[in-house]
C-alpha cells in the first residue's frame, strides 16, 4: 500500500470518527464520570417569574394563554411577562386580552429576542426567572418540580426537558426528533456529572440575581443559561419539568433555523471566549465535545469524503466511478424522499452543512437579531 493512500485512508477514518464523535462517543465517555447529587427538596418554594417573547404565533397563542391560565390556577402569585416584537398579526391582541393572566409589552418594531428578554428581566420580580418560547405550553406540574432543585444552594439555573410533538409528520420531523432525544439524553448525562452545557430556549429558569449584561446578538439562551455556570453555580436539567413543543416538518424552513442559530451560536462564542477560557477542565471538555467539535461537522464531512474519494482513485478509478454515480444518486434520491431511512440520512447531512453555512456567516460578522417563527409546526 502506498505511503498516499495510507494517508487519504487515515484522513477518512479520522473524518468519519470527527463527525460520529459528539453523537455516539461523547455520549458513552459522559457515561464513565462520576454522579455529583443534587440537594433537591419536595415543596421548596420561591416567587417566580415566567418570560416569553412572541412574533406573529397567533396560531400558537389559544394553547399558549390556556397553559397559563393552568398554571396560575396552581400557582396564582406566579408573575407572567411577554413581550411582542412587533407582531402584525392577532399575536399582541390576543395577549393583551388577558392583563389577568400577563403582563405584555410591546417593541417599537423588530428588535429580537435578546433586547425583549432583557426588558422582561429588568421588570422580573420572581426570585427565580422561567424562560420559555411562544409555541412550547408547560406541564401543570412543572413548576412545583422546578423550585425543589432552587433549594439546593449550589443549582443556579435548571433546564427542564422537551417533549416534541409531531415526529411521523416528515422526515424532517423525524430526525429533529432523534436529534433532539439525543440532546436531551446528553443533557441528562452532563448535569448528572456536573454542569450542562447550555440550555435550550423552550424551557430552562436561573435564579434572577445572576442574569447577565449581553448585546442584542448573541444566543440569548445559552448566554443566560452559562451565566450559572460562570458564576461558580451548577446548572443541571430536571426530568420532571416538563414542555411540549412541535417540530419544524418542512426541510427548507429547518435548514434555515439552524443556520440562523448556529450562526448566532458561533458569534455568542466568540462573545463568551473569555469566560469560556475560565471554566474548569471538566467543563471545557464538555463544551467542546458537545458544540465545538458539532459545529465543524461539516467540513469533517467533506474532507472525508475528498479523502475517500482519492483513496477509491488509488485503488481503481473504476471504484471511483462507481463511489460518485452511487453518491450521486443517492443524494437525488434522498433529496425527493420525504420519508424512509434515505431521507433521514440526508435530513442529517443537511444539518451538518447548515450548521458550517451559519459558523461561517458568523466568522464573516453576520448577526442575527431578529426571527420568524416557523410555518409548518
Not at 397567533?58 to 394563554?65: E, L, N, R, T, V
Not at 405584555?104 to 420580580?125: C, E, F, Y
Not at 458564576?231 to 443541571?236: P, Q, W
Not at 440526508?346 to 458568523?362: N, Q
Request: one cysteine or more; hydrophobic letters at 45%.
Amino acid at each position: 500500500m502506498s505511503l498516499v493512500l495510507e494517508i487519504t485512508i487515515t484522513i477518512t477514518l479520522v473524518c468519519v470518527i470527527l463527525v460520529i464523535y459528539p453523537y455516539g462517543i461523547y455520549p458513552l465517555l459522559l457515561r464513565l464520570l462520576k454522579t455529583q447529587a443534587v440537594a433537591a427538596q419536595q415543596g421548596y418554594k420561591l416567587s417566580t417569574t415566567l418570560v416569553f417573547c412572541a412574533y406573529n404565533e397567533a396560531k400558537a397563542m389559544p394553547d399558549k394563554i390556556a397553559n397559563i391560565a393552568s398554571l396560575k390556577d396552581r400557582h396564582p402569585d406566579l408573575e407572567v411577562l411577554v413581550f411582542d416584537d412587533g407582531s402584525d398579526d392577532s399575536t399582541y391582541l390576543q395577549l393583551a386580552a388577558h392583563p389577568e393572566l400577563l403582563t405584555v409589552i410591546r417593541g417599537d418594531g423588530r428588535n429580537g429576542k435578546a433586547h425583549g428578554m432583557k426588558l422582561l428581566a429588568a421588570r422580573a420580580q420572581g426570585e427565580i426567572m422561567i424562560f420559555t418560547d411562544a409555541n412550547v405550553t408547560i406541564k401543570e406540574d412543572a413548576i412545583d418540580h422546578l423550585m425543589a432543585y432552587y433549594a439546593d444552594p449550589k443549582v443556579g439555573g435548571v433546564c427542564g426537558s422537551l417533549l416534541y410533538l409531531g415526529e411521523d409528520s416528515s422526515a424532517t420531523a423525524a430526525v429533529g426528533s432523534l436529534y433532539w432525544r439525543l440532546e436531551e439524553y446528553l443533557k441528562k448525562e452532563e448535569s448528572r456529572t456536573g454542569n450542562v452545557m447550555g440550555a435550550d430556549g423552550s424551557i430552562f429558569s436561573l435564579r434572577r440575581k445572576l442574569y447577565p449584561s449581553f448585546p442584542d446578538t448573541v444566543l440569548d439562551d445559552l448566554t443566560v443559561s452559562m451565566a450559572a455556570v460562570f458564576s461558580g453555580y451548577r446548572l443541571i436539567k430536571a426530568e420532571d419539568v416538563i414542555g411540549y413543543e412541535s417540530l419544524v416538518t418542512r426541510r427548507g424552513e429547518e435548514f434555515s433555523r439552524k443556520a440562523r442559530i448556529a450562526a448566532r451560536a458561533f458569534h455568542t462564542h466568540l462573545f463568551l471566549a473569555p469566560q469560556l477560557a475560565r471554566m474548569t477542565g471538566l467543563d471545557k471538555f464538555k463544551y467542546r465535545s458537545r458544540k465545538m467539535v458539532r459545529w465543524l461537522g461539516g467540513i469533517f464531512l467533506t474532507v472525508g469524503a475528498i479523502a475517500a474519494a482519492i483513496a477509491a482513485a488509488l485503488i481503481s478509478p473504476l471504484l471511483l466511478m462507481i463511489g460518485l454515480v452511487a453518491t450521486l444518486a443517492l443524494v437525488f434520491i434522498g433529496l425527493r424522499a420525504q420519508k424512509g431511512p434515505l431521507a433521514s440520512v440526508m435530513e442529517i447531512v443537511i444539518a451538518l452543512y447548515a450548521t458550517v453555512l451559519g459558523v461561517f456567516r458568523a466568522l464573516q460578522g453576520q448577526t442575527f437579531a431578529v426571527w420568524n417563527p416557523a410555518k409548518s409546526r
